[in-house]
Nanobody, 126 residues
Framework: EVQLVDSGGGSVQAGGSLRLSCAAS????????FGWSRQAPGKQREGIGCIVISTGGTYYVDSVKGRSTIARDHTNNTVYLDMDSLKPEDTARYYCTADLIYSDSCNLLVSGMDYWGKGTLVTVSS
């Protein structure tokens, strides 16, 4: 059974940084993509980035590009989202996501993954 347990949220000052973690289990091959999505208060969920496990290729949406990094530690099967230069508009519940993929690029899947964690809340204050 596929499980994603996301953690690491909290309160951060604008301009600060955070690291979110996603402990993944139940994946039996490298034909997966992991990603992060978020939902801000009163807004729809949006995928913000993803990583293709087999190639290491990543994709980020414009709103977080240049200040976000998604990486996977294969030794403990954990996926990380590092974000810096945080803004109040980054305040949201962040979700770890995953899906099967047979492509080198995950940009088309970033918002439509099948597997989701329960989310972790990030609050950025000005």
């Amino acid at each position: 059974e596929v499980q994603l347990v996301d953690s690491g949220g909290g309160s951060v000052q604008a301009g600060g940084s955070l690291r979110l973690s996603c402990a993944a289990s139940g994946f039996t091959s490298d034909d997966y993509v992991f990603g992060w999505s978020r939902q801000a208060p009163g807004k729809q969920r949006e995928g913000i980035g993803c990583i293709v496990i087999s190639t290491g290729g990543t994709y980020y949406v414009d709103s977080v590009k240049g200040r976000s990094t998604i990486a996977r530690d294969h030794t403990n099967n954990t996926v990380y989202l590092d974000m810096d230069s945080l803004k109040p508009e980054d305040t949201a519940r962040y979700y770890c996501t995953a899906d099967l993929i047979y492509s080198d690029s995950c940009n088309l899947l970033v918002s439509g993954m099948d597997y989701w964690g329960k989310g972790t809340l990030v609050t950025v204050s000005s």
